[in-house]
């Protein structure tokens, strides 16, 4: 990737984009952390709460290893969305 360009998240996900857009979870959609630094592995886990308004974060977060918190998404996180079922 050159400098400047931007990764297109997996169909499936939403991030934020650098405009200022919206992130916007439901509950029991899987948010992926990337790691930031190197060497620092990536964490997921599953929104079990969605506070704030429309989808909007806060989302209280279990994470796959057992803890919960309250996430404010960054720039370097994405949301997996979980199969809807449509009729």
Do not use: C, S, W
């Not at 990337?34 to 997921?44: A, F, K, L, S, W």
């Not at 796959?64 to 449509?86: M, N, S, W």
Request: hydrophobic content about 30%; cysteine-free; charged content about 30%.
């Amino acid at each position: 990737m050159r400098r400047g360009e931007q990764r297109h998240p997996m169909p499936g996900t939403v991030r934020t984009d650098e405009l200022g857009g919206e992130m916007n979870g439901q509950i029991g959609d899987r948010l992926h952390v990337h790691g930031n630094v190197v060497g620092q592995p990536d964490r997921m886990g599953e929104i079990v709460e969605v506070r704030g308004r429309d989808g909007a974060p806060p989302y209280l977060v279990r994470f796959d290893d057992g803890h919960e918190a309250l996430v404010y998404p960054g720039p370097d996180t994405v949301i997996e969305q979980k199969a809807r079922v449509t009729r």
